[in-house]
């Protein structure tokens, strides 16, 4: 696995002068963000070797390259999902990509179902833990040069960080709450049963991806910061039937603010 994340590598350093510190997942909810970015240079997934292209509408992909909040910043606008089918291998490999360009901070938005009472739906979580209900990316032979078998997870969403940003929101007067993500595959949404079961079982919110990213990150000490856009709710008594576009819609009234806390966190983080 070494060789073929340093070959990636390797092509995508050849076409940028750009040294990224931080990597930024391009979820539901901050695709308003590459507007921002200073970019250097764009490249399609399909253009880079190893990588696997996404399916998913509103998801297509490219890394972008730039500067963002005075940092050197790579970005995934579009990311892979388990439920399309791609191994955990596959959708977590750009992570490895990114650590291999140096990457020390990875920055991922979703979209998720409110489970939580106190939630409604535009609301902004920071991820402070998350239960994997997902197969582990990390089954299967361990190469020890990339990280260990066995890794620590009692810290997986940065504490420092979580303040800081919370600190960030605070200032600017943007709400939001902390709180737990059950990382699920999809791809349908959940029967009023499985809502009430996942917040039963300590979740705050539920959704489809980050937790295979934030688990690879942490096996090769990645620091992670992670934020949910609650899209809908899975609340008893405020269930209704939701689409795809529903999620799109919810989200993309959230992108401002949440383009002002990236932004900010980048301008005030030391990662050197
Ligand atoms: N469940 C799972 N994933 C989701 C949801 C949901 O309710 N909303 C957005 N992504």
Redesign the pocket.
């Known amino acids: 696995m070494l060789e073929t994340i340093k070959e990636s590598a390797r092509f995508l350093q050849a076409k940028t002068k750009i040294q990224p510190e931080a990597g930024i997942i391009l979820g539901?909810g901050l695709g308003g963000l590459t507007s921002e970015i200073e970019i250097d240079t764009s490249i399609p997934y399909k253009l880079i070797p190893n990588f696997t292209v996404s399916t998913v509408e509103g998801h297509e992909g490219k890394m972008i390259f730039g500067k963002l909040g005075r940092k050197d910043v790579v970005a995934m606008q579009g990311r892979l999902h388990f439920y399309e089918g791609h191994s955990m291998y596959d959708i977590t490999f750009p992570i490895r990509v990114m650590n291999e360009l140096g990457v020390r901070l990875l920055i991922i938005s979703?979209?998720?179902?409110?489970l939580n009472p106190e939630f409604e739906i535009g609301d902004i979580m920071f991820i402070r833990d998350h239960i994997n209900l997902m197969p582990n990316p990390l089954i299967g032979p361990n190469n020890v040069k990339i990280g260990p078998r066995f890794v620590d997870m009692s810290k997986a969403y940065d504490p420092f960080i979580l303040k800081l940003v919370s600190d960030i929101a605070l200032d600017k007067g943007i709400k939001h709450h902390t709180g737990i993500y059950a990382g699920?595959s999809?791809p349908t949404?959940?029967t009023p049963a499985e809502?009430n079961y996942f917040h039963r079982i300590g979740a705050d919110a539920?959704?489809?991806s980050t937790v295979p990213e934030v688990i690879v990150a942490r096996h090769m000490n990645m620091k992670c910061f992670a934020v949910s856009i609650i899209?809908?709710l899975?609340v008893e008594g405020k269930i209704v039937e939701?689409s795809h576009q529903d999620?799109i819609e919810a989200a993309k009234l959230v992108e401002p603010r949440m383009t002002t806390i990236i932004k900010t966190l980048l301008e005030q983080i030391r990662l050197k």
């Open positions: 539901t979703n979209a998720s179902g409110g699920v999809g949404f959940e809502y539920v959704g489809m899209t809908d899975g939701i999620v």
